[in-house]
C-alpha cells in the first residue's frame, strides 16, 4: 500500500492493501478501495464510494456518494481478466454513476479524458472510449464499445447502442435510443434516434468562426441531400469546403467507418 502522508481517510473507509492514494487524496465514510487502484493528487471521494478493479483515477476529480467505479464487465464473456479502467483529471462523478472496465476482446479498456460531467446514474459499458468536457445528463446509459468525442452532449435517459461512435460536439436529446453513429456537431432527437439538424450553439461556445459554421451548415445540407450515395457526396463535399477545418472533421469521422450506419435525418 502507497498511501501519501497528506492523504486524509476517514477511519470508516477501507483501503485495500496494494491500493495507491496520491497526495491530498480525501476519502470520506464508508469508501472502499480496491488493492489495484490509483487515485491521483486532489482527488475527492465524498462518501460511499466503490472503487475496484484495475483502476486509475487521475488527479482533481470529485466523486460522489455511492458511485460504483470499476467493478467487472457486465459482459459474459468476461472471466476476470485484468482490464483497466482510466480516468483522467478534474472529472466529476455523481450519485450513482457506475463505469466497467474493458474486456480482452474490446482492446482491455475503459478510458475516461478529462473535466467531463457524469450526473447521477449514467452508465458506461466495458471498452467506451469518452473524449474530454462531455456532458452526461441523468441516467444516460452507453453500451459497451461506444466511442463519444469532445464536447458531446448526451441528454437525461438517452441510450446508446453498443459501438456507435458519437462525434465530437454532437449533441444527443433526452430519450432519444441512438442505434447509429452521429456525425460531429450533428443533433439527433427521437426514440430511434435521426439527425435533426447541427449542434450551433455548441459550436459557437467552441469558439468557433463564423464562416466555418456557415460552411459546415452548407456541407450539411450536401451530405444528406441530393442525388448519389453518402459515399459520393461527401467526396463531392471536400472538393467544395476543402480549407474547412469543421467539415474535415465530419468527413475523416465518416471515412473512418465502424460497424454501425451513421445516422440521418428523416
Not at 469508501?31 to 483515477?57: F, N, P, Q, R
Not at 483522467?88 to 450519485?95: A, C, L
Not at 447541427?198 to 452548407?218: C, P, Q, S, T
Not at 467539415?247 to 469521422?253: C, D, N, R, S
Request: glycine content about 16%.
Amino acid at each position: 500500500m502507497s498511501i501519501s502522508d497528506s492523504a486524509i481517510i476517514h477511519p470508516s473507509a477501507i483501503v485495500a492493501e496494494g491500493a495507491i492514494i496520491g497526495d491530498c487524496v480525501r476519502i470520506g465514510p464508508y469508501c472502499v478501495i480496491g488493492s489495484d487502484v490509483t487515485i491521483g493528487a486532489g482527488t475527492e471521494l465524498k462518501s460511499h464510494v466503490s472503487i475496484d478493479g484495475h483502476t486509475v483515477m487521475g488527479e482533481g476529480n470529485i466523486v460522489f456518494p455511492f458511485a460504483s467505479l470499476g467493478q467487472r464487465p457486465q459482459d459474459l464473456k468476461y472471466k476476470g481478466e485484468r482490464t483497466l479502467l482510466q480516468i483522467g483529471n478534474g472529472n466529476t462523478i455523481r450519485e450513482y454513476v457506475t463505469m466497467n472496465p474493458g474486456t480482452v476482446g474490446g482492446g482491455g479498456e475503459t478510458r475516461v479524458g478529462d473535466g467531463n460531467l457524469f450526473m447521477n446514474h449514467v452508465h458506461l459499458g466495458h471498452d467506451c472510449i469518452i473524449g474530454s468536457h462531455a456532458i452526461f445528463a441523468n441516467a444516460a446509459t452507453l453500451g459497451g464499445h461506444v466511442v463519444v468525442g469532445d464536447g458531446a452532449v448526451i441528454g437525461g435517459l438517452a441510450g446508446i447502442h453498443q459501438f456507435v461512435r458519437i462525434g465530437a460536439g454532437a449533441m444527443i436529446g433526452g430519450l432519444a435510443g441512438v442505434v447509429a453513429d452521429v456525425i460531429p456537431y450533428g443533433t439527433v432527437t427521437g426514440e430511434r434516434a435521426h439527425l435533426a439538424g447541427l449542434n450551433l450553439v455548441g459550436l459557437k461556445r467552441r469558439g468557433a468562426e463564423k464562416a466555418h459554421i456557415n460552411g459546415l451548415r452548407a456541407a450539411y445540407g450536401a451530405l444528406f441531400e441530393g442525388d448519389g450515395t453518402l459515399t459520393e457526396r461527401a467526396a463531392r463535399v471536400a472538393e467544395s469546403h476543402a480549407d474547412n477545418p469543421l467539415v474535415a472533421e465530419v468527413l475523416e469521422f465518416l471515412a473512418e467507418g465502424s460497424s454501425r450506419h451513421v445516422t440521418t435525418p428523416e
